[in-house]
């Protein structure tokens, strides 16, 4: 079994920054793409960025220039730096991984972390 666990979510002002964390756990063979969504009160999903194995980056334009995803040392875990945060960027987060386990290839989804931006 595979499990995603996010951490790192927070209320912050307007301009601050944040930094979420993702670790996949389980009988994990190898973690392909990894990437972050959220989604904002009474809205759909949405993409926020993502990073596949070999570091190639997408960002959601209305992130592009204040965050980024590095991935960490240990190749199952996954960021999210957030700068200059927007009110606008208040959502639950949510880390996603395709992961290759022992088992299966599957898309695995994290519980999901607050931020909330708010003077």
């Known amino acids: 079994q595979v499990k995603l666990v996010e951490s790192g979510g927070g209320l912050v002002q307007p301009g601050g920054s944040l930094r979420l964390s993702c670790a996949a756990s389980?009988?994990?063979?190898?973690?392909?793409?990894m990437g972050w969504y959220r989604r904002a009160p009474g809205k759909q999903r949405e993409l926020v960025a993502t990073i596949t194995a070999s570091g190639i980056t997408t960002y959601a334009d209305s992130v592009k220039g204040r965050f980024t995803i590095p991935r960490g040392n240990a190749k199952n875990t996954v960021f999210l730096q957030m700068n200059s945060l927007k009110p606008e960027d208040t959502a639950v987060y949510y880390c996603?991984?395709?992961?290759?386990?022992?088992?299966?290839?599957?898309?695995?989804w994290g519980q999901g972390t607050q931020v909330t931006v708010s003077s």
């Open positions: 996603n991984a395709d992961v290759l386990s022992t088992t299966a290839r599957g898309d695995y």
């Open positions: 389980g009988s994990i063979l190898r973690t392909n793409a």
